[in-house]
């Protein structure tokens, strides 16, 4: 399948891991794997791999500080600027449409179902790595009907983002994402204190109460 391609698996279930790591391709190279969302986001920081296989439900979201999401999207919200090259595939049992939408507006590439083959999981994390997205194909559906007013959106989320700063956007995006203000201020070089005040500016600015609606609001225009 050409270039072998690092890739980190994100499962909770050790039997599930070892049963798939058997059944890939050499091209696939598992080099670290994890069980939990706060696992997954280390390991993924520290070994930077091209692809994470990556199981939509986990424990430890609301350990990582976002109560409201699957375990999957607290990964993805985690891990997109702590690895910023590396692409997420999705892999759950769930072929929930809901389920399917949240993983993908949070970040991943692709998404299929663990009734999927080795060599089905293989070619997916090859044409992910290579910037393509995939989809078990009864899903497909779902991501189209999802995604079909996106202009519209885009639209909208421009003329709202332009009420916001530069600076506050970055902010936006960041506390969006799951950050911490402690984790913000340090990616930004900026005071904790300087984060508070940005974030109150941007809930003020988009009419929201909280970092949670936040999120929602930047998850449903694409900005994450």
Same mark, same amino acid.
């Given at each position: 399948?050409?270039?072998?391609?690092?890739?980190?698996?994100?499962d909770?279930?050790?039997i599930?891991r070892?049963g798939?790591?058997?059944?890939?391709?050499?091209?696939v190279?598992?080099?670290?794997?994890?069980?939990?969302?706060?696992g997954?986001?280390?390991?993924?920081?520290e070994?930077?791999?091209?692809v994470?296989?990556?199981?939509?439900?986990?424990?430890?979201?609301?350990d990582a500080?976002?109560?409201?999401?699957?375990?999957?999207e607290?990964?993805?919200?985690?891990?997109?600027l702590? #690895?910023?090259?590396?692409?997420?595939?999705?892999?759950?049992?769930?072929?929930?449409a809901e389920d399917?939408?949240?993983?993908i507006r949070?970040?991943?590439?692709?998404?299929?179902?663990?009734?999927?083959?080795?060599?089905e999981v293989?070619?997916?994390?090859?044409?992910?790595?290579?910037?393509?997205?995939v989809f078990?194909?009864?899903?497909a559906?779902?991501?189209?009907?999802?995604?079909?007013?996106?202009?519209?959106?885009t639209?909208?989320?421009s003329?709202?983002?332009d009420?916001l700063s530069?600076?506050?956007?970055?902010?936006?995006?960041?506390? #969006?994402?799951?950050?911490?203000?402690?984790?913000?201020?340090?990616e930004?070089?900026i005071?904790?204190?300087?984060?508070e005040?940005?974030?109150?500016?941007?809930?003020?600015?988009?009419?929201?109460?909280?970092r949670?609606e936040?999120?929602?609001?930047a998850?449903?225009?694409?900005l994450l």
């Open positions: 399948m050409g270039e072998t391609l690092r890739v980190v698996l994100v909770d279930h050790s599930f070892s798939l790591r058997a059944d890939l391709d050499p091209s190279e598992i080099v670290g794997e994890a069980a939990d969302v706060a997954a986001v280390s390991v993924i920081a070994l930077q791999p091209d994470v296989l990556l199981d939509v439900h986990l424990p430890g979201a609301a500080g976002i109560p409201d999401a699957s375990g999957g607290a990964v993805l919200r985690r891990s997109s702590l #690895a910023p090259r590396t692409r997420f595939l999705a892999l759950s049992v769930s072929d929930a399917v939408v949240r993983v949070a970040g991943a590439r692709g998404y299929i179902t663990k009734g999927s083959s080795g060599e293989s070619r997916a994390v090859h044409a992910v790595a290579g910037g393509d997205a078990s194909p009864r899903l559906g779902f991501v189209l009907d999802a995604f079909g007013a996106v202009a519209g959106e639209a909208t989320a003329d709202e983002l009420r530069a600076r506050e956007q970055e902010v936006m995006r960041l506390i #969006a994402r799951g950050y911490a203000y402690k984790e913000v201020a340090a930004l070089f005071s904790t204190k300087t984060v005040t940005h974030v109150s500016a941007v809930l003020r600015k988009l009419q929201l109460s909280s949670y936040l999120t929602a609001w998850s449903e225009r694409r």
